[in-house]
């Protein structure tokens, strides 16, 4: 696996969809997802210009962050946040936190912020696929959470994120990120408390560049890089 090569690969792909797009590739975050990945393979891939990483699960990120030797410039938590996980996760003080999309654990983090004065940039998930095994809020729903959050002052909203339709049928896949996409336009002229829409978490190894052309400023990339998880 040369992973160099890989994010080589995947640093043209998204020059040249951002060339069509008439949009500057540096305003792409390119997030290596890190799951199952050791310490030593991530290093690897810090050495060959990734900057910013993505972990979905708290124990490992806690087992796995400390023994990392080379730096990153950014941690983000991509997975469902168990709220008794909360702390440790705070702790290793994610520059975002992708998944949100339940207001009790919300509240809890709030609290959490609170007591150590800090506050957190969080994205909400939402749903776009309607499918059943995936996280995220009901995009209909989206609003009247929103604002159910304003008086929660140490959780900065900054945006959207959702995984697309598992299927090949790309239009389909496109129909979620285009969902999104809306979503985020319409939030953003409310000019809510709290709420600022400037990140589009949209786009994994199999659809990041649909995800582009709707709109995504990260993209979350797991297999292109490290090759398929076993
Ligand atoms: C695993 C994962 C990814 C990366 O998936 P790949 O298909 O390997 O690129 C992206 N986002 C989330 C939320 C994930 O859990």
């Known amino acids: 696996m040369n992973i160099s090569n890989n994010i080589k690969k995947i640093n043209e792909k998204i020059q040249i969809c951002c060339n069509k797009l008439g949009m500057d590739p540096n305003e792409i975050k390119l997030l290596a997802v ?17 900057s910013f990483i993505g972990e979905n699960k708290v124990q490992e990120a806690v087992n796995k962050l400390p023994n990392l030797q080379e730096k990153y410039s950014e941690f983000h938590f991509i997975g ?57 809020l ?4 989206v609003l009247a959470f929103l604002k159910n959050v304003q008086p929660f002052n140490n959780v900065k909203i900054r945006g959207l994120m959702t995984i697309g339709m598992f299927t090949d049928d790309t239009e389909k896949i496109r129909s979620c990120f285009k969902k999104l996409r809306e979503l985020f336009d319409s939030v953003k002229l409310l000019d809510l408390k709290n709420v600022k829409m400037e990140f589009l978490s949209m786009g994994m190894t199999n659809d990041f560049e649909i995800g582009i052309e709707e709109g995504a400023n990260i993209v979350r990339i797991g297999s292109a890089i490290f090759g398929s998880r076993v």
């Open 34 to 50: 890190t799951k199952t990945q050791t310490a030593e393979t991530i290093d690897r891939s810090l050495r060959s210009g990734i």
């Open 80 to 136: 469902h946040l168990q709220s008794n996980k909360i702390k440790k996760l705070i702790a290793l003080r994610p520059d975002l936190i992708h998944s949100i999309d339940s207001l009790s654990t919300l509240k809890k983090l709030n609290d959490h912020l609170i007591e150590l004065d800090l506050t957190q940039d969080i994205l909400i998930q939402v749903n776009t696929s309607g499918e059943d095994n995936k996280s995220g």
């Open 138 to 141: 009901a995009p209909e729903s």
